[in-house]
């Protein structure tokens, strides 16, 4: 069973992608971290995000995967180092370049073919698996994506300007809704639920409910 959480930057998929994961015993796939983890190969190796040719090189070459829901890129843990500023700034123009999408959505379609899991993204309901048995689509005002990021970074940076936080997601809604390459968007099948107001527990158990009744329905 695949279960795809889509939404945009902020809305809480991490957070309830890995509780609904832990509940039901699924493998949980981090796209986004994946997107990260090759932007930060990029930056760290001062490759030009415009030199499409070279970045297809070094694509080629590098190796991304997950051990212990922590992320690896060529055999090194970047999951703490792929939350960088610089990073997030950055991300959603590396996901754009269709040569990264292509090779990252092979890889996620082949670790999450070896076993129930479920995916958080942009486009996992619509592009990744759009045969998904579950589709969601969470979603929340800027502002209190922007109040959860900045309570997030703040214990790390105490320089952080919610203001400025909320001004990049802004950007980044823009961007990831209106690349031409898989852009953000709810699929037709896919059930929303704003979790502005609603705990993680509430989410979770929303989407836990919704995943045992398709199970139950699919054993009759």
């Known amino acids: 069973m695949i279960i795809a959480i889509d939404g945009p930057a902020g809305a809480g998929k991490s957070t309830i992608a890995k509780k609904v994961a832990d509940s039901l015993g699924y493998v949980y796939i981090d796209t986004g971290a994946m997107y990260r983890a090759f932007t930060y190969e990029l930056l760290t190796s001062s490759i030009s995000l415009s030199d499409i040719e070279e970045i297809t090189k070094v694509l080629e070459k590098t190796n991304i995967e997950f051990k212990n829901n922590e992320i690896f890129l060529n055999n090194l843990n970047v999951t703490n180092e792929i939350r960088s500023k610089n990073v997030t700034a950055n991300v959603s123009t590396v996901s754009a370049i269709p040569q990264v999408r292509e090779k990252l959505v092979d890889l996620q379609r082949k670790i999450a073919s070896e ?64 690349r031409e390459t898989s852009p953000l968007i709810k699929a037709s099948d896919a059930i929303e639920i704003d979790t502005s107001d609603l705990s993680i527990d509430e989410v979770a158990n929303t989407i836990l409910k919704l995943a045992e009744e398709i199970c139950e329905n699919e054993s009759l």
């Open 115 to 178: 076993s129930n899991s479920i995916l958080d993204g942009r486009d996992i309901g619509t592009v990744v698996f759009p045969n998904a048995e579950l589709k969601i689509f969470l979603t929340a005002s800027v502002k209190i994506r922007a109040l959860r990021r900045y309570n997030e970074l703040i214990a790390k940076d105490k320089n952080i300007d919610i203001n400025e936080i909320e001004a990049e997601i802004e950007k980044r809604d823009k961007l990831d809704s209106s």
